[in-house]
């Protein structure tokens, strides 16, 4: 029997699409080189927030906005497909200033916040502390953020896994693809080192290691940002404390888990594909969740890792066909690939079956740097 669909990388984002897909009747092979989920998907921290990370990267706000706004229903079906919890929990995250602009800093932010269109409410240090009482003292000012959420990453990659196998996926691992099959002018499936897989669609899911698949690059130019974290047992330290995320303004975050660890974050490095984490990762690390809840000072850390965010040109994710009729790209997303996978497989269910998306994609084309290239 032929295959509908083959989807490159079996991360959150490919196991979410090939769930999706499957859904829909269509028969579905998930090729991954290694065990699924076991990549940046398994390393992120799991905060859900629709706040862009830089100015330039406006047109995220909507799809971000679409992710968070597609959490709980996705959650819910995922949770009864599977029988298992994924930790997922609404919350206000709290946004800390520290630094000697307290003021200033707290005042560009709401701006920022205003300008996307996303509101958050200013609180003095004081009532940050109400919310908060774990708070450091020196926290002069804040910004509490209402409808994030955060969830357990790598539960939510076991879940995917599960749900996407259940639904029929072929998963396939120890499955490197290596090229494209392209015959006249369309792409007619993929091939590893030893097989050729026919397929009516590609999709392309392979994270920050995209590009290195033959003649995909044009498309999703992907490049690793590693990014290091730690685990804290914050529930030693301090029970019953801890019941949100904060994050300190463009220094660090801390995200609660459900089981009483608290994970700390993190770098955003260029250093290749090595996943190595380091003193200095570490360090910076550390330095700012105890600048943001000293009590922490003596818990036990109980892991420490880094995995590596599909990152891209313009930091935007990669969402969409290609000139070459049957390939699609879905990957690039950044920082935000856990928020983003569910609204990153409705989309292209409708790109696959021909709809018209129901966000705008311009700005997340993978012809995009094509005619960047042609341009300079
Ligand atoms: C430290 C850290 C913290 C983060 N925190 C957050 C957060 O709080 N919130 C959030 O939304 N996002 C967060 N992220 C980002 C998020 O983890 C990523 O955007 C997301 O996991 C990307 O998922 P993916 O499925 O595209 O890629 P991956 O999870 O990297 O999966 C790609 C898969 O493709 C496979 N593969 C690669 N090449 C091939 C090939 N040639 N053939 C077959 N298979 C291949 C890999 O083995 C892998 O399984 C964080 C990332 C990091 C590193």
Excluded at 77 to 92: F, N, P, S
Excluded at 150 to 159: E, Y
Aim: with cysteine; aromatic share 4%; hydrophobic share 45%.
């Amino acid at each position: 029997m032929t295959t509908d669909a083959v989807v490159v990388g079996a991360g959150v984002v490919g196991c979410a699409l090939a769930w999706e897909l499957a859904q829909e009747g269509m028969r579905v092979r998930l090729l991954d080189r290694q065990k699924p989920a076991a990549e940046a998907s398994w390393a992120a921290a799991g905060m859900l927030a629709a706040t862009p990370e830089g100015p330039g990267m406006a047109a995220l706000v909507p799809l971000n906005q679409a992710g968070l706004a597609a959490y709980p229903s996705f959650v819910e079906k995922l949770e009864a497909a599977t029988g298992l919890r994924v930790g997922y929990r609404r919350q206000t995250t709290l946004v800390v200033f520290l630094g000697p602009q307290t003021d200033h800093d707290q005042g560009e932010y709401l701006a920022a916040l205003a300008e996307s269109g996303l509101v958050g409410e200013p609180l003095t240090g004081e009532e940050a502390r109400q919310r908060e009482p774990t708070l450091n003292p020196k926290v002069k000012a804040a910004v509490a953020m209402p409808g994030e959420a955060c969830l357990d990453t790598r539960a939510l990659g076991r879940a995917l896994v599960l749900a996407a196998v259940r639904q029929g996926v072929e998963l396939q691992t120890g499955a490197e693809v290596k090229g494209l099959l392209i015959e006249g002018d369309r792409c007619r499936g993929v091939l590893t080192a030893n097989e050729r897989i026919p397929a009516g669609h590609v999709v392309i899911a392979a994270g920050c290691y995209s590009a290195g698949i033959e003649r995909v690059a044009r498309y999703a130019p992907t490049r690793p940002a590693r990014g290091q974290m730690l685990a804290i047992d914050a529930g030693a330290a301090m029970p019953g404390s801890m019941l949100r995320s904060i994050r300190s303004h463009l220094v660090g975050y801390l995200v609660p888990r459900e089981d009483g660890r608290l994970l700390a974050g993190s770098t955003i490095e260029d250093a290749g594909f090595d996943k190595s984490y380091t003193p200095g990762g570490m360090r910076k690390i550390l330095d700012a969740a105890l600048e943001m809840i000293p009590g922490l000072e003596n818990a036990p850390i109980l892991e420490a890792w880094a995995g590596l965010r599909p990152d891209t040109p313009d930091h935007l994710p990669i969402l969409g066909p290609t000139d070459i009729p049957g390939l699609s790209i879905a990957t690039g997303h950044f920082r935000d690939g856990i928020l983003l996978a569910p609204v990153t497989a409705r989309l292209a269910r409708r790109w696959i079956l021909g709809r018209e998306p129901d966000l705008p994609l311009a700005p997340f084309s993978p012809l995009r740097f094509i005619r960047v290239a042609a341009a300079t």
